[in-house]
């Protein structure tokens, strides 16, 4: 399933967004998708590392709304798999922009994603930045519900965990909440906009409701919970295939603990560059060292490439 463009130019009539910048023709490097975690959107990346010159600078970064959330399509007769998020995106990025090599980045039940396609297309993925992964090893419990257990614990704070319990135990009330909230989410932005006078909602605000109760539903069991049961293998593809991988953490984090990447995905990917960031949590991670991550990925991205370039273009995807 794919959803129709909204590019500034409209180009074809491909089926993705794009605000694109163009500084030079030549030597551009290769492109970097960008995908975002549960309950966010592209404008996660969009609004955080995209205006930093030392990520944009000689590449076009492409940062998609994953199916079901943000701007994209959230059809009711989908069951939101892994499969069908990984094979969203190739049919509304990969293949319409002609995607020859590509690195990934990504946060969160993104990175689940981003493993997936990772070993799909290894030969084309030219390097993985993993943030904040939700990836347990195996043990006596079966993975799908370590997962639910450890990423969704019946907490009231902070509030991402607690929104990932409601979603995951209790239906009847997400269901409501999404119904109330999410449906109405133009009032509720409206709403918080008069009582806060100011001109804007903030984007993790915004994000929480452009999703339905279905799209987040089983995006929670059947990615996030369902997909750890294909993690090892999609992880032992990748460590055959040589990906630069790249995870990154902060050791604050209360809703995916940092052991999943010092511990657990380490054992996995021992290869793997692993960076703790101290005194910073599941999503400030990202927010506040903005071009500090930009300046990161930059540095990777170019240990994994062989030319230089001089171009930059943004887009931001719809599947």
């Known amino acids: 399933m794919i959803c129709r463009a909204v590019r500034d130019d409209d180009i074809n009539g491909r089926d993705f967004t794009g605000a694109e910048e163009t500084r030079s023709e030549s030597g551009r490097g290769d492109d970097a998708i960008f995908i975002h975690g549960f309950t966010s959107s592209s404008s996660f990346w969009a609004q955080t590392v995209f205006p930093e010159p030392a990520a944009t600078n000689h590449r076009r970064l492409i940062a998609v709304d994953l199916l079901g959330f943000g701007d994209s399509p959230k059809p009711a007769n989908c069951a939101y798999t892994l499969r069908d998020h990984v ?34 297309h290894p030969a084309r993925v030219k390097s993985v930045t993993l943030v904040a992964p939700p990836y347990f090893l195996p043990c006596e419990e079966r993975a799908s519900q370590v997962a639910l257990r450890r990423l969704a614990e019946k907490k009231l704070w902070p509030p991402l965990l607690f929104g990932s319990a409601v979603m995951s135990w209790y239906e009847h009330i997400g269901r409501t909440i999404c119904f109330v909230v999410c449906k109405n989410h133009r009032f ?103 071009e500090e991550l930009a300046q990161e990925l930059r540095a990777f991205w170019s240990g994994c490439e062989k030319a230089g370039c001089h171009s930059v273009q943004n887009y931001r995807t719809k599947l």
């Open 87 to 120: 094979e969203a995106i190739e049919r509304s990025l990969i293949d319409p922009l002609h995607l020859g090599s590509f690195h990934l980045v990504s946060h969160s039940m993104g990175c689940t994603i981003a493993i997936a396609l990772a070993a799909k």
């Open 188 to 290: 509720w932005e409206w709403l918080i906009k008069i009582l806060t006078r100011t001109s804007g909602v903030d984007i993790v605000v915004r994000d929480l409701t452009r999703h339905t109760h279905h799209s987040a539903w089983h995006t929670m069991h059947n990615v996030i919970c369902g997909g750890a049961r294909a993690q090892d293998r999609n992880l032992e593809a990748l460590a055959a295939a040589g990906v630069p991988v790249r995870v990154v953490h902060g050791d604050g984090d209360q809703v995916v603990p940092v052991e999943c990447s010092s511990r657990h995905l380490k054992s996995k990917l021992p290869h793997a560059e692993l960076r703790i960031i101290g005194g910073r949590d599941h999503r400030t991670v990202v927010f506040g060292r903005e």
